[in-house]
């Protein structure tokens, strides 16, 4: 069964950065996009950023400029670089991908905190 592993979160201060990875893995499978969303207490769940297999990027316009996705096909594996981190970027980050197995699914990681102290 297909999983999604997050690694990378935790505490820092405004203007700081971290970097966040997800592996995909379990089975045989194909990945077509993989990406990240946050959901902030109180707030619905958001897209931050998404690459597709062909390397299109999205971002969220709120962290345009200071966050980089980016992904290595041959590890599964998308990564989330985060720089000039503000207190409003405080919130769970959750890895996202879409997956063909015998069927094309979208699959959730179990999430990872980050916090940004002022």
């Known amino acids: 069964q297909v999983r999604l592993v997050e690694s990378g979160g935790g505490l820092v201060q405004a203007g700081g950065s971290l970097r966040l990875s997800c592996v995909a893995s379990?089975?045989?499978?194909?990945?077509?996009?993989m990406g990240w969303y946050r959901q902030a207490p109180g707030k619905q769940r958001e897209m931050v950023a998404i690459i597709m297999s062909e390397g299109k990027i999205n971002y969220a316009d709120s962290v345009k400029g200071r966050f980089t996705i980016s992904r290595d096909n041959a590890k599964n594996t998308v990564y989330l670089q985060m720089n000039s981190l503000n207190p409003e970027d405080t919130a769970v980050y959750y890895c996202y991908a879409q997956i063909f197995t015998t069927y094309l699914g979208a699959y959730w990681g179990q999430g990872t905190q980050v916090t940004v102290s002022s």
């Open positions: 379990g089975g045989a499978f194909s990945i077509n996009a």
